[in-house]
């Protein structure tokens, strides 16, 4: 599939450090090897398009579905600046709630 080949590249790639993936309609199962990807190579920064040095985030309205959420929530296991992050109004639902939360434990 499509993600199986974009998680393939970036393992590959070891320049790009920052991509925004969030939007893209991408499903719970096929967001597993993006996420494993960014879990075990640390090279990218983030899945979200996060910048190192930002405090806030703010996707109000975005759309966001579950997967989104887990890509937001791999994004803050690793971030230790964002301060302020903003889901209203978007469809995360149980499974993005509780990536966000594992997270932030």
């Known amino acids: 599939s499509g993600i199986v080949a974009l998680a393939d590249a970036l393992n590959f790639n070891g320049v790009l450090k920052n991509i925004n993936l969030l939007g893209n309609y991408i499903t719970v199962e096929g967001v597993a090897p993006l996420l494993k990807l960014f879990?075990?190579?640390?090279?990218?920064?983030?899945?979200?398009?996060?910048?190192?040095?930002?405090?806030?985030?703010?996707?109000?309205?975005?759309?966001?579905?579950p997967a989104d959420a887990m890509l937001i929530g791999a994004d803050l296991e690793f971030n230790e600046v964002l301060t302020s992050l903003n889901l209203q109004r978007n469809f995360i639902r149980d499974e993005g709630?509780?990536?966000?939360a594992e997270a932030l434990r």
């Open 39 to 65: 879990r075990e190579r640390r090279h990218m920064e983030s899945l979200c398009g996060f910048k190192p040095d930002q405090t806030v985030a703010n996707f109000a309205g975005w759309r966001l579905g």
């Open 97 to 100: 709630a509780a990536a966000i």
